[in-house]
């Protein structure tokens, strides 16, 4: 018989999948055939790290890797660079989670919107660093930006919608796992 615990886990891994899944599939949809409009809010990594502030058991880094590394290939980024840095991003806030867990949800915003502001910070200057003609840093800015802005409707979506709840602080373990 399966312990319910590791049920519940995987469960929501494979919503986690799901979800990317569905992202993936309307970023990639022809929806707007103009060139100067300004991106969207990069919705995998808020939700990314909306589960992580809450439940860092349900996304292990492989996880993370995996659906980063798709949308590397399916949204034809340079591959492998948007997955690493979301990855540290991610494993940055699970360091950080036994602290997160008691606090509110501003000082939670402010943690998270710093960790997306590097994460389009580092993947801005890689960029520049290696030459990449197609850089546009305003536009990485004003996404990097409406990110930060989509986070809490996003972990309201994670806590009402997919019922990823906060840890209560005895629940979890340092290294992010049930006791």
Do not use: K, N
């Not at 886990?9 to 970023?27: C, D, K, P």
């Not at 492989?62 to 290939?73: E, G, H, P, R």
């Not at 940055?92 to 949800?105: D, M």
């Not at 580092?122 to 290696?130: D, T």
């Amino acid at each position: 018989m399966v312990d319910p615990l590791t049920l519940d886990r995987w469960l929501h891994r494979l919503i986690f999948g799901a979800v990317a899944g569905v992202v993936v599939f309307v970023q990639i949809l022809p929806l707007e055939t103009r060139a100067d409009i300004l991106p969207g809010p990069e919705w995998m990594l808020c939700l990314t790290f909306a589960w992580l502030q809450r439940r860092p058991d349900y996304l292990p880094p492989w996880l993370i890797a995996c659906v980063f590394l798709m949308l590397d290939m399916l949204l034809m980024r340079p591959p492998g660079l948007f997955t690493a840095l979301a990855l540290m991003g991610a494993e940055f806030l699970r360091a950080r989670q036994q602290v997160s867990v008691e606090t509110p949800f501003g000082p939670e915003w402010l943690l998270t919107g710093g960790t997306i502001g590097g994460v389009f910070l580092a993947y801005a200057l890689v960029l520049a660093l290696f030459g990449v003609p197609e850089v546009q840093f305003g536009l990485l800015a004003v996404q990097a930006v409406l990110t930060v802005l989509a986070y809490p409707l996003v972990a309201l979506a994670a806590r009402y919608l997919f019922m990823v709840r906060r840890v209560t602080p005895g629940e979890l373990d340092p290294r992010g796992l049930r006791r």
